[in-house]
C-alpha cells in the first residue's frame, strides 16, 4: 500500500520550459517535504509545509516554489529550469518537525 | 551547533561479515536518530529510529543500532551482510529546541562483495 505517491516518477524538461512534480500522501500527515538529491550526496531540503504554513530554506532558489492545496497533496514547481536542476526530487511526510520522515519513491528530473 | 558525522563514506565488506556503519552527532539537545537506508534509484526507507526506550535499537532486516550518549554515537550494526544489503545509508538526526530540523549525515555507500 502506497503511503507516499510521487507522480511522475521520470520527468524530461526542456532548458527553461517549466515543470511541476508531483506528490500525494495517505497518512495524513501535517507535514510534507521536497528535497533534491544529486548523485552520491544526501538529500537536501528545499522546503516543507506545515499544515499550510510554508517554510523555505534559506539557499533555495527563488526557481523553486511549491502549492500545498489539500493535506493530501503538495506540488514542486520550477520555473525556468536549468542543467544544474537535473537530480532526484523526493518528497516525505512527517507527524511532526522531528518525527519519522516518510519518503516516495522520488522523481528523477532530467533537463535537456 | 548542530551536525551529523557519518565517518566513512564507503565501506566495503564480504557477505556474511559483520557490518559496522559509523555515524556521530553534535548538540545541546537531546535528539532523535534515525537510520535509513537508499537503494539505487529509489527513495529512503527507514531502517530504525532510537525513541529513547532503549539505547539498543533494533530495526528492519537485521539492523540494529546502539544511542551512546556519552560518546554522542548512534553506530549501525548488522551480524551478517546479505548482498541485498549494498546501499546507501544515511543517519538523521533531529534536534528540537527551536531548531526543529532533521540533519542528513553525508551518507556512507556499503558495498558487499561475493
Known amino acids: 500500500d502506497a503511503m507516499v505517491i510521487q507522480n511522475p516518477r521520470y520527468q524530461v524538461t526542456q532548458f527553461g520550459k517549466p515543470v511541476t512534480l508531483s506528490c500525494s500522501q495517505t497518512?495524513?500527515?501535517?507535514?510534507m517535504y521536497w528535497y533534491q538529491q544529486k548523485s552520491s550526496q544526501a538529500p537536501k531540503l528545499l522546503f516543507h509545509y506545515y499544515d499550510k504554513d510554508f517554510n523555505n530554506e534559506a539557499d533555495t532558489p527563488d526557481n523553486f516554489q511549491s502549492r500545498r492545496p489539500n493535506t493530501s497533496f503538495c506540488f514542486l514547481d520550477i520555473r525556468s529550469p536549468g542543467l544544474g536542476d537535473a537530480a532526484m526530487y523526493l518528497c516525505a511526510t512527517s507527524s511532526g518537525r522531528i518525527e519519522t520522515q516518510y519518503f516516495g519513491p522520488g522523481t528523477r528530473l532530467l533537463v535537456l | 551547533a548542530q551536525s551529523v558525522t557519518q565517518l566513512d563514506s564507503h565501506v566495503s565488506v564480504s557477505e556474511g561479515t559483520p557490518v559496522l556503519l559509523r555515524c556521530n552527532y553534535s548538540s545541546s539537545y537531546s535528539p532523535s536518530l534515525f537510520w535509513y537506508v537508499q537503494h539505487p534509484n529509489k527513495g529512503l526507507q527507514l531502517l530504525l529510529k532510537?525513541?529513547?526506550?532503549?539505547?539498543l535499537v533494533k530495526g528492519i532486516n537485521g539492523f540494529e543500532a546502539e544511542f551512546k550518549k556519552s560518546e554522542t554515537s548512534f553506530h549501525l550494526t548488522k551480524p551478517s551482510a546479505h548482498m541485498s544489503d549494498a546501499a546507501e545509508y544515511f543517519c538523521?538526526?533531529?534536534?528540537?529546541?527551536?531548531?526543529?530540523?532533521?540533519?542528513f549525515g553525508a551518507g556512507t555507500r556499503l558495498a558487499v562483495h561475493p
Open positions: 532510537y525513541t529513547s526506550a532503549a539505547t
Open positions: 538523521v538526526v533531529g534536534f528540537s529546541g527551536g531548531y526543529n530540523k532533521l540533519i
Open positions: 497518512l495524513n500527515h501535517n507535514v
